[in-house]
Nanobody, 122 residues
């Protein structure tokens, strides 16, 4: 298991940008695929993006494709989510997750952070 701590959330106007970070503890971070999910009030947790262990492959939900970019720095045990052209519908708690294999469903990931709130005002 790896421990994850997200940061970088906040309040931003529509059209603005935020960069989320997720710091992982442990020496095995580079073995994990990493994902970002989000959960809005009253809704299910949904997939946002994932990245393979070496950063070679990324995959995005259609709703964020072209606006969000996932990346990782294995030397810093950190995964990032750059969010541009934000929309009010992006408002949610954002979670990072670690798993053995990159997937687009919650069950693909076994370790989760506590989440960071992103609020986009119109």
């Amino acid at each position: 298991q790896v421990q994850l701590v997200e940061s970088g959330g906040g309040l931003v106007q529509a059209g603005g940008s935020l960069r989320l970070s997720c710091a992982a503890s442990g020496r095995t971070f580079s073995r994990y695929a990493m994902g970002w999910f989000r959960q809005a009030p009253g809704k299910e947790r949904e997939f946002v993006a994932h990245i393979t262990w070496n950063g070679g492959t990324t995959y995005y939900a259609d709703s964020v494709k072209g606006r969000f970019t996932i990346s990782r720095d294995n030397a810093k045990n950190t995964v990032y989510l750059q969010m541009d052209s934000l929309k009010p519908e992006d408002t949610a708690v954002y979670y990072c997750a670690a798993g053995r294999y990159a997937g687009s469903d919650v069950s693909s990931f076994g370790s989760w952070g506590q989440g960071t709130q992103v609020t986009v005002s119109s």
